[in-house]
């Protein structure tokens, strides 16, 4: 009998902007330590590390395995940055989007960006896999914070497991970035470091990072995990041919929602079992007879 897809831990890396008691946006420089090099373990919470990622804030917290310890990490990581700032009269932005002062933004810090690469999980396909460098925003006037997902799975239903991250990376924006969009729809996300279907392989599974760091508010943090794990259910459901259909052709999708939602209408209508995208919410509208 064949083995089913399992998500054994999810993690995340955050990233979270800072605001002036005028509500205007900080650079977190002043209260941050640590850098991604060398990330700062955080007091009296272990597993936790806190660094300074351009002009933000970002954290780790231990992976999990349960939604409740995932809302418990997620909402220790945000209070303890809100803790470290609120004594000096400052808070934490919502916003994955944050225009700053030029005079913020050509601090040396403002200007530093990540030199590693992600995969394009919609400019891939079956053991091609289209590698990228990450945006520099140093000519732009906002930076962007993402809510970065770790996905640990066992049983990839593919030899080489990269097949299955892109397959994951797909299946991430469709139960999980599209339906982003409709809370809080940020555009300069979508065109930077929020494109579509942005992936890195890990040696445990798959990051995906397109959703905005708005989703680590508490309220929204059971709806990411369930969001999460109706991927996993929707790969234990189909058929290894179907799944091969999702990632077997790459696609142009950047830009607008009518782009992609032509994608999927083409790829779902290929299905076989087009009956079980009516299980699900974010594939019904899919569905063809």
């Known amino acids: 009998m064949e083995k089913l897809i399992k998500f054994i831990t999810i993690g995340s890396d955050p990233e979270f902007f800072v605001l002036d008691p005028k509500g205007n946006p900080y650079p977190a420089v002043k209260f941050a330590v640590g850098t991604k090099d060398n990330p700062v373990p955080i007091e009296g919470a272990p597993g936790f590390y806190e660094q300074r990622d351009n002009l933000s804030f970002e954290g780790n917290v231990p992976p999990v395995k349960t939604k409740e310890e995932f809302i418990k990490n997620v909402t220790i990581l945000r209070n303890w940055f809100i803790t470290k700032i609120s004594i000096f009269g400052y808070s934490l932005s919502p916003n994955g989007v944050e225009y700053f002062a030029k005079r913020y933004l050509n601090l040396p810090e403002g200007q530093e960006f990540g030199c590693s690469t992600v995969i394009s999980s919609w400019h891939s396909k079956i053991d091609e896999f289209e590698i990228r460098p990450t945006p520099i925003l140093k000519n732009s006037k906002f930076r962007v914070s993402g809510f970065h997902i770790h996905i640990g799975y066992i049983n990839s239903p593919y030899e080489d497991k990269r097949n299955t991250d892109i397959l994951i990376g797909r299946l991430f924006d469709i139960f999980l970035t599209i339906p982003s969009h409709v809370i809080k729809f940020e555009p300069?996300?979508?065109?930077?470091?929020?494109?579509?279907?942005?992936?890195?392989?890990?040696?445990?599974?798959?990051?995906?990072?397109?959703?905005s760091t708005y989703f680590t508010q508490k309220n929204y943090l059971s709806w990411v995990w369930d969001q999460l794990m109706k991927i996993e259910k929707f790969i234990q459901k189909a058929s290894k041919s179907d799944l091969d259909k999702i990632i077997?052709?790459?696609?142009?999708?950047?830009?607008?929602?009518?782009?992609?939602?032509?994608?999927?209408?083409?790829?779902f209508n290929n299905f076989e079992n087009k009956k079980m995208l009516k299980d699900f919410e974010e594939t019904k509208k899919y569905y063809n007879e």
């Open 188 to 211: 300069e996300r979508l065109a930077t470091y929020g494109k579509y279907g942005m992936i890195r392989s890990k040696s445990y599974g798959v990051e995906c990072r397109t959703i």
């Open 248 to 267: 077997s052709e790459s696609y142009l999708v950047d830009g607008p929602y009518v782009v992609i939602d032509r994608t999927l209408t083409k790829i």
